[in-house]
């Protein structure tokens, strides 16, 4: 069992940023193939980037604001998210899959996830 452990979530106004990171305490586990989700209540769990044996894909309604990358050294996953809307307001999770598939498509789908954290509120005020 992975345990996974994020942080960075907070309360931002409109256009602000926050960078959310993703730590496997205590494990040497590592994967080329993580991502991170959020989900707003009486939603599904969507999709927001993945990466994906050193590629990244990313959700359309975050693409060219939100930046995942991975720290191999510290075994740490990282989202930057810039020009936050109102609507980025959620749960946000990461995740972490035992197999790699290379598709874009599969990346950002949570039922292709083995391991995931408990999750970092973040809110964004107009």
């Known amino acids: 069992q992975v345990q996974l452990v994020e942080s960075g979530g907070g309360s931002v106004q409109s256009g602000g940023s926050l960078r959310l990171s993703c730590a496997a305490p205590?494990?040497?586990?590592?994967?080329?193939?993580m991502g991170w989700f959020r989900q707003t209540p009486g939603q599904e769990r969507e999709g927001v980037a993945a990466?994906?044996?050193?590629?990244?894909t990313y959700a359309d309604s975050v693409k060219g604001r939100f930046t995942i990358s991975q720290d191999n050294a510290k075994n740490t996953l990282y989202l930057q998210m810039n020009s936050l809307k109102p609507e980025d307001t959620a749960m946000y999770y990461c995740?972490?899959?035992?197999?790699?598939?290379?598709?874009?498509?599969?990346?950002?789908?949570?039922?292709?996830?083995?391991?995931w954290g408990q999750g970092t509120q973040v809110t964004v005020s107009s």
């Open positions: 995740a972490v899959r035992a197999y790699c598939s290379g598709d874009y498509f599969e990346s950002l789908q949570a039922y292709e996830y083995n391991y």
């Open positions: 990466i994906d044996s050193g590629r990244t």
């Open positions: 205590g494990s040497t586990y590592s994967s080329d193939c």
